[in-house]
């Protein structure tokens, strides 16, 4: 619906590897061999069905190579938005302007009334 291309990456070989297959007492994971195979049919699939390309990582170093040609293949205009929070400075000054003018008002009236 929203035209979003996924790129699917087929990690490890097929064979045995070292997984998580129980928990510990202390509740760290127990390791141990297990059968691996990746469903590259499936990754394939996905893939195809949303324009993206299948890539295979058998080690760190091809996984970087594949990271750096996706970003060469999606180049895509990012909108950005930003929001400003403007502290106001002004308030104080103009409490103290008003209280000023009310002090000028309340000593014209009184204090320094003129009587001509």
Request: charged residues 30%; negative net charge.
């Amino acid at each position: 619906e929203f035209d979003i291309k996924t790129y699917t990456i087929g990690l490890g070989t097929n064979g045995n590897a070292l997984s998580p297959v129980a928990y510990n007492e202390d509740g760290s994971y127990r390791y141990g061999m297990r059968q691996v195979e990746i469903d590259e049919e499936l990754l394939k699939a996905i893939a195809d069905a949303t324009g993206g390309q299948y890539f295979r990582a058998t080690d760190n170093e091809k996984l970087e190579a594949i990271y750096d040609e996706i970003n060469k293949l999606e180049k895509t205009e990012v909108e950005e938005f930003k929001y400003y929070k403007y502290e106001e400075k002004f308030r104080p000054w103009i409490l103290l302007a008003g209280a000023l003018l009310i002090v000028e008002w309340f000593l014209r009236n009184t204090l320094f009334r003129s009587f001509i």
